[in-house]
């Protein structure tokens, strides 16, 4: 069994930066693949990053590219998600997720364990 746990989340001014933190736990010797996921009030969840269990695979949704960053440290078993020029449209829920099956980044249905979820609010 693996458990996720995001932290970071807050309230921060348009243009502003937060770091989210997704902590893995319970894992064996393999690693997971990650990805960062986001759900809005009223709209699906979508696929926001994704790291490969090395951590040479990045991806990005086009919503992101240029202004979020997703890295790990997979000696402390944590991957960041950098979140730079915060837009009021990034206000969501945001969840980790690992998948050691991964086909689709951006499909929730590849992943197998998630977080509880990190509010991140953009607001002035």
């Known amino acids: 069994q693996v458990q996720l746990v995001e932290s970071g989340g807050g309230v921060v001014q348009p243009g502003g930066s937060l770091r989210l933190s997704c902590a893995v736990s319970g894992v064996t010797s393999d690693y997971h693949a990650i990805g960062w996921f986001r759900q809005a009030p009223g709209k699906e969840r979508e696929g926001v990053a994704y790291i490969s269990s090395g951590g040479g695979g990045l991806y990005y949704a086009d919503s992101v590219k240029g202004r979020f960053t997703i890295s790990r440290d997979n000696a402390k078993y944590t991957v960041y998600l950098q979140m730079n020029n915060l837009k009021p449209e990034d206000t969501a829920v945001y969840y980790c997720?690992?998948?050691?099956?991964?086909?689709?980044?951006?499909?929730?249905?590849?992943?197998?364990?998630w977080g509880q979820g990190t509010q991140v609010t953009v607001s002035s």
């Open positions: 997720a690992a998948s050691n099956r991964l086909a689709t980044w951006y499909l929730d249905v590849f992943y197998d364990y």
